[in-house]
């Protein structure tokens, strides 16, 4: 029949279209964003960094960042094809507080989220905890392990937080491949749990 034949014809179309997912990559100002995007990206990342300048530092104080001379203004874009089927399309957030703004758009549609957390300055990952959890956004934790900084376990991260137990906290090097995907991977399989605990993908 035709119309069978038609129907083929279109699930074949939409076989050969890679299904996209979106994942936010969240945290602090100065907490490895842009550098975690730019490390598990394909492609060369869009970034939206710009000079700091005297007049944000009053908004964006870079005590314990002080090397920091640039910061993301809108968004990081990266991508990584997972299989011939599925392509990750990485968001970065931005993390100062007037850009904020923001992240109700970058969040429509998205899988989960990363979430960096800074040991130097743990509380700045707190707005995108509370950000996520309120919207349902199911999310990990990924510890940005900067040269020098005090190296915390992920019990003390989660305390500090106020984590609940199924939140996973990860460690991670933002500057490394290997340790982004990881941080990744921790996401996707929580992502797995919560969809066989409630029969679909939150």
Not at 92 to 114: D, K, N, S
């Amino acid at each position: 029949m035709a119309y069978a034949h038609d129907c083929d014809a279109d699930a074949a179309a939409r076989s050969a279209v890679p299904a996209t997912l979106k994942v936010l990559v969240a945290g602090g100002f100065g907490a490895g964003k842009t550098t975690f995007v730019g490390a598990v990206s394909e492609i060369e990342p869009l970034s939206t960094e710009e000079l700091l300048s005297d007049l944000g530092a009053a908004d964006d104080p870079l005590d314990g960042v002080e090397a920091k001379a640039t910061t993301t203004v809108a968004l990081d874009f990266g991508r990584i094809t997972l299989d011939g089927r599925h392509v990750l399309y990485l968001f970065g957030m931005p993390g100062q507080h007037r850009f904020w703004f923001l992240w109700e758009e970058l969040c429509a549609g998205a899988l989960g989220a990363v979430v960096l957390a800074d040991t130097r300055r743990l509380a700045d990952c707190f707005p995108a905890v509370d950000f996520f959890e309120r919207r349902g956004i199911a999310f990990v934790v990924a510890v940005n392990e900067f040269d020098e900084a005090h190296r915390y376990a992920p019990d003390e991260v989660r305390a500090a937080v106020g984590l609940g137990p199924e939140v996973p906290v990860v460690r991670c090097d933002a500057r490394l491949t290997g340790s982004g995907t990881g941080a990744l991977a921790a996401l996707v399989r929580h992502l797995l749990c919560l969809s066989n605990e409630s029969g679909g993908l939150p």
